[in-house]
């Protein structure tokens, strides 16, 4: 069983930055990020390869959004810059191990001016 705890949300001005933490109980060969915004699905934003250090990116936060992970703590980080209104969304830290999901609590991220 793997436990993720997220922190680092909040409340940010449009063009502002975010850096969002997921520390995990256990090692996994892939951590990554999701959002949901009210009134739309869940959808995954940004993935990290343990093993390499290999990362995908959703289209709208290529250029934006890095994110990286410490395998010597299992911790994972999505460091979010140049903030929209449209980025605003409860973000999940996500994982998986012998076939099973595993999901933070979620944290909200909020941009308004």
């Known amino acids: 069983q793997v436990q993720l705890v997220e922190s680092g949300g909040g409340l940010v001005q449009p063009g502002g930055s975010l850096r969002l933490s997921c520390a995990a109980s256990?090692?996994?060969?892939?951590m990554g990020w999701y959002r949901q915004s009210p009134g739309k699905e869940r959808a995954l934003i940004a993935t990290v390869n343990s093993v390499g250090g290999g990362t995908n990116y959703k289209d709208s936060v290529k250029g934006r959004f890095t994110i990286s992970k410490n395998n010597a703590n299992n911790t994972m980080w999505l460091q979010m810059n140049d903030l929209k209104p449209e980025d605003t969304a409860v973000y999940y830290c996500?994982?998986?191990?012998?076939?099973?999901?595993?999901w933070g609590q979620g944290i909200q991220v909020t941009v308004s001016s």
């Open positions: 996500h994982t998986f191990m012998n076939g099973q999901d595993y």
């Open positions: 256990a090692f996994t060969f892939e």
